[in-house]
């Protein structure tokens, strides 16, 4: 059973930068690929970075390339995304997902909802204009 708690929301103003953490509570994070995803009030769940269970693979969503970057501290078994150049459009609720009962290919990332088994409960951000 993995447990993961995000935490490092809250509220800022555009331009700004965050870094969410997500915590797990077995060695997780460098055994299997991570996820972060997002959903704002009355979307679906959407993609938004990928890292390979390699941790030398990397994915985004095109809206946050450039300014979003997901890392993985494997001593403290903790992804990170650091979010730069906030804008108003990435105000939602981050989840951290982790991919644990599939096969998964050591470089590969990634994006679909089906394809992790562990949730955290997310953390809400905020981006005021």
């Known amino acids: 059973q993995v447990q993961l708690v995000e935490s490092g929301g809250g509220l800022v103003q555009a331009g700004g930068s965050l870094r969410l953490s997500c915590a797990a509570s077995a060695r997780t994070v460098s055994i299997y690929p991570m996820g972060w995803f997002r959903q704002a009030p009355g979307k679906e769940r959407e993609f938004v970075a990928a890292?390979?269970?390699?941790?030398?693979?990397?994915r985004y969503t095109d809206s946050v390339k450039g300014r979003f970057a997901i890392s993985r501290d494997n001593a403290k078994n903790t992804v990170y995304l650091q979010m730069n150049s906030l804008k108003s459009e990435d105000t939602a609720v981050y989840y951290c997902?982790?991919?644990?009962?599939?096969?998964?290919?050591?470089?590969?990332?990634?994006?679909?909802?089906?394809?992790?088994?562990?949730w955290g409960q997310g953390t809400q951000v905020t981006v005021s204009s």
């Open positions: 997902a982790a991919r644990t009962s599939y096969t998964s290919a050591y470089d590969d990332t990634y994006t679909g909802l089906r394809e992790y088994d562990y």
């Open positions: 890292l390979s269970r390699s941790g030398g693979y990397t």
